[in-house]
């Protein structure tokens, strides 16, 4: 007589977690043949003459912007994804040398429209240090890139001690945001413009959002007292 067979039931896999191991595998495999794309584009556009193939050239010319675009929201998601995949090391971060960090890094951008931002002393807090630099950079970022078109940029960083957290708040002069999209630009790749008006992928915000959350702080939008917008977070002490 035949013995019965024992069959092992495992538990459903979490639909999220499955979600997000998805989108970093998807996310990584394709970012090879994009950038093989925009290169081989590159480089056909190069050997051919340019007055006798001038419709082709254009044709390539939109190849290789459409590839680069689609590089950029690649890595966007793949960065977004690795914040689930990739183990957080938290130390003490000192907030002000990344701050200063990421205005070395922007201050090409600043001199280029004339803008400035001025920060207080900042604190130290338990934290992953390079998901902190993520949060700062892309808020500053959006700062200088979002500014009006006759108005340099004027950000200002500001940070208050409660009972139990750290509140941080960046406010900027710029075109600001209608209360109505608060929620919708911490959707991952949201835009409310166009390339052309203000270029990128949309996942600044997203990222700040996922990464002050898995800090046990909250993140918030609301206009600035400046005319623009102020985005304001909290983190532990």
């Known amino acids: ?37 925009v290169a081989f584009s590159q480089l ?13 050239q254009l044709h390539l010319d939109l190849i290789i912007e459409s590839g680069q675009k689609l590089g950029e929201m690649i890595q966007g998601l793949l960065a977004f994804s690795r914040l689930n995949t990739v183990p957080r090391s938290r130390a003490l971060v000192e907030l002000e040398i990344v701050v200063a960090r990421c205005y070395m890094q922007l201050q090409a951008q600043l001199d280029a429209t004339k803008g400035h931002f001025n920060y207080p002393r900042m604190p130290e807090v338990m934290a992953d240090a390079q998901q902190m630099h993520t949060v700062f950079f892309a808020l500053l970022d959006n ?13 200002r960083i500001r940070c208050e001690k409660t009972a139990d957290f750290w509140e941080f708040s960046i406010a900027d002069n710029g075109i600001g945001i209608d209360p109505l999209f608060y929620d919708d630009v911490f959707r991952p790749l949201r835009k409310l413009h166009t390339d052309e008006v203000y270029p990128g992928v949309g996942m600044g915000l997203t990222l ?10 909250e993140i918030w939008l609301e206009p600035s007292e400046m005319g623009g917008l102020k985005v304001s977070f909290t983190l532990p002490r």
Do not use: N
């Open 1 to 37: 007589m035949q013995e019965p067979r024992h069959i092992t039931m495992t538990a459903p896999a979490d639909p999220a977690e499955e979600f997000k191991d998805f989108a970093y595998i998807v996310s990584h495999d394709l970012a090879g043949p994009v950038r093989s794309m």
């Open 143 to 155: 700062a200088i890139k979002f500014r009006k078109p006759d108005q340099a940029p004027d950000i």
């Open 44 to 56: 056909l556009k190069e050997s051919l003459p340019v007055v006798e193939k001038a419709e082709d």
């Open 208 to 217: 700040a959002r996922k990464i002050i959350m898995a800090h046990g702080g």
